[in-house]
């Protein structure tokens, strides 16, 4: 993208920060998650559960949203 349109290197970085932001913060959402259940149901049970479905979902959920930001922030039109 950067290639392509040079003068938009503002966006593209701020674009590109702000989802690594929303990246770090979906994946402390996920440690929380599996913390909360290891420390509900037990280390097997909470750790399958938190680790293996609920964190892999917030994972995938939490990506989406960082590209769907991501690209929404870097190609949007300026207001005329």
Known sequence: MLYF???????LFFSLGIS???VVLVNQ???????GLVHGLGTDEGYYWGHTLLGSMVSVFGG??????F???ATRKKKP
């Open 5 to 11: 349109r040079p003068s938009n290197a503002r966006r």
């Open 20 to 22: 690594a932001l929303v």
């Open 29 to 35: 959402l996920r440690i929380f998650t599996i913390v």
């Open 64 to 69: 989406a949203v960082s590209i769907v930001l």
């Open 71 to 73: 690209v929404r922030l």
